[in-house]
């Protein structure tokens, strides 16, 4: 923030958040996993703002993580310009972390902080992406986290491949997928499943259908789990049977090609780039 020229950082949710998929930023930062709340940091405060939905698994989630609750009443545009104002930011920047909040959202904020006193009031700035910077490296406990994801990931891919037969639909197999992973261990599945078969699977991103898989067709499945906040996204590719010898001989090249181009990445890398990636 400092090397912004930043006194303060706002991050918010860019929508009602019900699916905890898309305040990341502001999760990361304060441990809050609620669809709904509003972040401020300064040099030294650190604020959560919920509604009283969210007090208790505010203070259950943040506060040991050196947050102080805030109490979010009435319209959330006035009550999060009452935060900002007891944070005593006035004259100062404040830096809007763009990824996190709509221009309508913005613009209530805006007019909100309007109706303060000049010399409390912050000047609102576009921050840059200091939170995703940080998020690019990760400590070993969230590399810890996305080994578990993937590796729940695999495994329901697994189950659900054990148990496939002609006759069920794309939209029959997605459902087990997503059950798959829950009984694996994960807290649900980190985006909507994707399984295509046939011509349909060409669409890299088809939508399952209601139509049956048919023997001998090729099978796209497209999934990812979350584990503790952190996602996998994974694509298996098999067929229903044995398959036609066309299949087989794509199925090789990408294979080949894939593997040689991991191995020349991990050839061309340093030790420090190794130690990063490792890290």
């Not at 830096?95 to 007019?111: M, P, Q, R, V, W």
Request: one cysteine or more; aromatic letters at 6%; proline letters at 3%.
């Amino acid at each position: 923030m400092t090397k912004a020229g930043l006194a303060g950082l706002f991050i918010a949710s860019p929508v009602d958040d019900v699916f905890g998929r898309h305040s990341q930023n502001r999760r990361y930062v304060s441990g809050f996993t609620g669809s709904t709340g509003y972040v401020l940091i300064t040099e030294s405060q650190a604020i959560v703002g919920v509604d009283s939905r969210y007090t208790e698994q505010a203070q259950r989630e943040s506060v040991s993580n050196g947050f102080r609750v805030f109490d979010i009443k009435g319209k959330r545009s006035e009550a999060c310009a009452g935060m900002i104002a007891q944070a005593g930011l006035g004259r100062k920047k404040l830096g809007i972390s763009g990824a996190d909040l709509s221009y309508g959202e913005f613009a209530k904020l805006n007019t909100a902080l309007g109706e303060i006193g000049a010399g409390d009031r912050p000047l609102l700035s576009a921050a840059p992406p200091i939170v995703e910077k940080l998020r690019v490296r990760k400590d070993a406990a969230e590399m810890a986290s996305l080994e578990r994801s993937i590796e729940i990931c695999d495994r329901a891919y697994d189950t659900v491949l054990a148990s496939l037969l002609p006759g069920q639909t794309e939209t029959a197999v997605a459902i087990a997928v997503e059950q798959a992973i829950r009984h694996a261990g994960g807290s649900g599945v980190s985006f909507g499943t994707i399984v295509a078969g046939g011509p349909w699977a060409a669409m890299p991103h088809a939508t399952s259908r209601d139509e049956p898989l048919r023997e001998g067709e090729m099978v796209v499945i497209d999934m990812g789990a979350i584990f503790g906040g952190y996602c996998s996204d994974l694509t298996r590719t098999t067929t229903l049977g044995e398959g036609n010898a066309k299949f087989r001989e794509i199925y090789g090249i990408v294979f080949e090609a894939q593997r040689a181009a991991i191995e020349g990445v991990e050839v061309g890398m340093t030790g420090a780039q190794a130690d990063r990636r490792v890290r």
